[in-house]
């Protein structure tokens, strides 16, 4: 019996071994938080009051991140901002000088804050080079055994920083997969990089789409909820300031590819830190911009259909339209719903419940400078489709005509979630 025990054993572990190969996402318990959204740069020091952060709540914001630069990092400013997002529902990242000290400076600094009700985590570094991995990772594991509860933030530079920043490197095995295995899976809260699309002469990165799924794929591997920054600014010579159709796209193409915790950036305006940053979403003397009614009716949207979209594995994504870019994959012939007019510019994502292994399918005008009006045909596998809401929870029914087609209209950059059966 002992000997058959271990032989089922052996050809156990070597069907999990060649299911990994195969790229098939890690098994993984129900998501147990909520979807998140977040700011990079707070309100300043002289600006940490309860009328900017009922603000923040009021925009639907969940989660503050402090940083390094910054003029609030020090432990009584960390102190001030847990106590004033508690008062007003919101979680902080706090950053502390200690950080970069030994370990028992490290865990001194965790134990100011780990019983405070408002913490969120602990900031470490942000886009650090390949030489920083192993501090950060080292950093990361000594917090969490001080606080395993929390998250201990790290964010990866962009894949556009290959030469200068990384040096010529392979970004996905040697510096995103590198960062995941020396700080450990189970060790991480998300996996979190910034990649902004919005050039300052007007274009558009592509690198964007092979960035998203590089971050994607590592997701799925190692059973990471994945994070990522929305572009909410600009800095002449260098990026552009995005409008409304802009915003909605990079919030809809983020969604596509499966990212659980968009975070804004910048949310407050900086200023003295070399750059000269256009208005964010509150400009330097504590007023809102235009961006903030944008802002807060996309993170409305992102709340609602993050209540879906937490558990959802986002497997298989294509592109449709004339031109594709670089390193994406066209849509096949046989999908699920398949646009009538080819070069209608799309994505579209096939998703999978976690648990249940429901389908679901978003849908993404790529166009964030026009509306359209998208006609569709339903592939005949599919016997009912359902429309997940924005602004509640109601799940209506599709109704397709005698050819099996619906419209579908979009704003520039709009997505739509359905549930396929």
Known sequence: MRSLLACLFVLLSTYSSWAQDRNTPVKRAAEKDKFLIGIFWPPVWAFTNDEQYQLMKDAHIDVIQNVSSTDLYTVEKNRKMLDLAYKHGLKVLVADPRVHGSVSEIKAMVNDFKSHPALAGYYIMDEPDTAKLSWCAATNKTIMEADPTKMAHVNLFPVYALGEQLGNINYEKEYVERWIEMAGPDQLGYLSFDHYPFNDKGGFRTSYYNNLDIIRRAGLKYGLKTSAYLQSFGIPGAFRRPNQGELRYNVYSLLAYGIKYPVWFTYWTPSGQGDKFLPGVIDTAGNKTDFYAYTQQLNKEMKQLGKTLIALDAREIYHTGTELPENVVALPEDTWLQPTDQSVALIVTYF??????????????????????????????????????????????????????????????????????
Do not use: A, C
């Not at 209506?396 to 997505?415: A, M, S």
């Open 352 to 421: 999978v419940h976690q648990q249940n292994g429901n389908r679901y399918i978003m849908l993404v005008n790529k166009s964030y400078k026009d509306k359209q009006s998208v006609q569709l045909r339903v592939n005949e596998k599919v016997k009912r489709l359902s429309s997940i809401g924005k602004d509640n929870d109601k799940v209506q029914k599709i109704k397709w005509n005698q050819d099996r087609e619906i419209t579908v209209d979009f704003l520039p950059g709009e997505g739509k979630l359905y549930r396929v059966e």
